[in-house]
């Protein structure tokens, strides 16, 4: 129609002030000072012209047609994801979203059977090279233990030593006799793989560790057993438990360095993840306009007030 309207205009202005017997004009109202002679051509320009110039007047532009994006993201970045979803739904409402949590393998799985749009993971696996992808975060894993636990730091070798079973009572940590019970996340869990390659860089874990499918069955089990130890990533506790972590949990800082977010962005503390939105290489315009919106200054700032850091660029 956009096309239609232009070329009708362009007809008009061509015909415009062309002189025909004593006619200045092409117009009904002119048409009557025409001699008789020329009022059937005048007559004919005016069949052709008319419908072309009621189109002009009356052309509109088409909606956008709505479109669902599915997002399989982990569960540490659900909260977020829904809220920068609705902050993008304002500006595009004929974009919506539905989002589903699994792991970072699971995600993959569900992106790569057409089953999701995007996967919001928390590690990238091998052959993560036949997908797009792009940083969207910086995020802590947050060590956490017993409340009434005494300790505040642990060193990257001793969390290793912890984790493989060669230290099972917190009384050779300085801490009260109490066997150590370490919490783990499910295989195929990007904070699962994550830790393995920071802490455990090929130590095995201890056949006696316990595990868990999400944050927050780690956080509950850490909660109430008192020799517990485990990680959860720090958006998925904050969003769990809000201003209450502090007091359900005892946070333990990882070679005296705090999980803050200065030292996600100075990469100073070392047990930290990225964030990433993976798309397929096919993905439709409104996933890259989605993704892009996520990597751009609203998205951004939306990633700091949830104590994230920027992506890396």
């Known amino acids: 129609m956009g096309k239609m309207s232009r070329w009708a205009g362009e007809q008009v202005s061509r015909w415009e002030g062309v002189r025909v017997g ?6 009904p109202s002119h048409l009557l000072t025409c001699t008789p002679a020329h009022r059937p051509v005048f007559l004919m320009l005016l069949t052709f012209l008319l419908p072309l110039l009621s189109a002009c007047g009356g052309a509109t532009v088409e909606p956008p047609l709505p479109v669902t994006l599915t997002i399989s993201s982990v569960g540490s970045a659900s909260q977020l994801i829904q809220e920068l979803g609705d902050q993008f739904f304002q500006a595009n409402p004929h974009i919506s979203f539905e989002i589903a949590s699994a792991n970072s393998t699971r995600s993959l799985e569900h992106l790569a059977a057409g089953e999701a749009d995007i996967a919001l993971i928390s590690h990238l696996p091998p052959g993560i090279e036949q997908f797009q992808y792009a940083p969207i975060a910086r ?27 060669q230290v099972y009572d917190w009384r050779k940590m300085g801490g009260p006799s109490e066997e150590v019970q370490v919490v783990v996340r499910e295989r195929g869990s990007g904070l699962k793989a994550v830790f393995d390659e920071v802490v455990m860089m090929g130590e095995r874990i201890t056949p006696n560790a316990r595990i868990f499918p999400n944050g ?3 956080s509950n089990y850490a909660a109430q057993e008192r020799g517990a130890i ?8 904050s969003a769990l438990l809000g201003a209450d972590l502090q007091d359900a949990l005892k946070i333990i800082t990882l070679n005296d360095i705090s999980p803050a977010p200065e030292n996600l962005r100075n990469q100073a503390y070392p047990l930290a993840y990225t964030l990433y939105a993976v798309t ?29 850091a920027r992506a890396d660029r």
């Not at 993704?291 to 751009?296: K, N």
């Not at 609203?298 to 007030?305: K, S």
């Open 139 to 165: 995020d802590a894993l947050l060590l956490v233990a017993h409340p009434n636990n005494p300790l505040d730091n642990l060193s990257l070798s001793e969390l290793t030593r912890l984790y493989s079973g």
């Open 22 to 27: 004593r006619c200045e004009k092409i117009s």
């Open 280 to 308: 397929t290489p096919d993905a439709p315009s409104e996933v890259r306009e989605f993704v892009d919106y996520l990597r751009g200054p609203a998205g951004q700032a939306l990633v700091e007030a949830y104590g994230m």
């Open 230 to 237: 485990g990680y959860v990533s720090a958006a998925g506790a």
């Open 216 to 218: 927050k069955a780690v």
